[in-house]
């Protein structure tokens, strides 16, 4: 009698699994893919620029510390400001404002504790034009000479800051 021998006794089973092993493998690495957080750059260009932060009373110059800081883009290409929002730091700490938007028509009824007012050609429409400015008008005191002053500008989709400035306040000569 002759044995024969047989190399290739694989089930059908085994090779069933396998595949099924593997689809879900690819799947949970496309997965993983798709749902990984956005990488935010540590050190984002300068996009926005305090140009100055205004002490003096609007109509009258009185020395009030009206605190009304004056933001510009310099970017090369019209941004949505829908989607930003901003921060504001004295000395490194964080002031109590919140800007959720820089859209004017969606900042008048958003809860903008800190803020009575913002305004300029920044804030109109749906972009934030190159060279275009926004004043935001805090409350009165926020800011005194010879502060450091910090935005952070966020983008909301990402939560990814896309534009960090700091700006120095003069103060007055001794």
């Known amino acids: 009698m002759v044995r024969v021998q047989h190399e290739d006794c694989v ?21 993983a893919l798709f749902s990984l957080p956005h990488l935010c750059n540590p050190f984002p260009p300068r996009q926005f620029e305090i140009v100055t932060i205004h002490d003096y009373d609007e109509d009258r110059p009185i020395l009030n510390y009206d605190s009304r800081v004056l933001l510009r883009y310099t970017g090369s290409e019209p941004i949505p400001n829908r989607p930003l929002s901003g921060r504001f730091f004295v000395d490194g700490v964080p002031i109590r404002s919140v800007v959720t938007t820089f859209h004017g028509q969606d900042f008048i009824p958003t809860h903008h504790f800190g803020i009575e007012r913002m305004g300029g050609l920044g804030c109109q429409g749906e972009r934030w034009v190159p060279g275009a400015f926004v004043l935001i008008d805090f409350k009165d005191g926020t800011f005194r000479p010879r502060q450091r002053v910090r935005t952070e500008i966020i983008d909301s989709g990402t939560g990814c800051i896309i534009s960090r400035d700091e700006y120095f306040a003069p103060g007055p000569v001794r």
């Open 11 to 31: 089930s059908p089973v085994v090779g069933v699994l396998l595949l099924v092993v593997v689809t879900i493998v690819l799947i949970l690495l496309i997965l």
